[in-house]
């Protein structure tokens, strides 16, 4: 955010950081470009494509990935699809965060994993890193992209940290890192 100020944030309750994940943001870059939504994915996910159309890179923190599936009209019908449309006279850099999975006592709606639909549309980056180190590089790519990307944070992991390289760190899409 700091390379680019055309780097905005929004979604559900960004500014407090409940899931840790925006920790320090609203503080450092204020209310312009770090803001609070309503819970209305229809609305979050239609103005991610409308933002993004007019230049701006977007980053929409969705807390789970449940609710991709009401936002899914401006989802599968304009992110996946608007830059094929125009034949690619518009980009659309945006970038949504989302939770997924058990093992953190958040109930049904709060817990399936949402990547097998993602990855079944064409035109979307969809991510789920293994470590610390891969959700900063695969984040920092993708808000960087000009595509629509979907980074998918494993819940059960309780906000897990350290390991995560200082400096500049980009993790390249479509390069598997096989670990063992």
Known sequence: MERDPKVVVYGEDVELSITGDMRGLHEHFGHDRIRNTPICEATLTGMAVGLASAGYHV?????????????????????????????????????????????????????????????????????????????????????????????????????????VPDGEHLVPFGRAAVRR
């Open 59 to 163: 980053v929409v923190h969705m807390m789970f990935s449940n609710f991709f599936s009401t936002g899914m009209d401006a989802i599968g019908n304009q992110m996946a699809k608007l830059r094929l449309m125009t034949g690619g006279q518009v980009e659309l850099p945006i970038t949504i965060i989302a939770g997924y999975g058990g093992g953190s006592a958040n109930a049904a709606q709060h817990s399936d994993p949402a990547y097998p639909v993602l990855m079944n549309l064409g035109g979307l980056n969809v991510l789920t890193p293994s470590t610390t180190a891969d959700a900063k590089g695969l984040l920092k790519t993708a808000i960087r992209g000009r595509n629509p990307s979907f980074l998918l944070e494993a819940s059960g992991r309780g906000g897990e940290v350290g390991g």
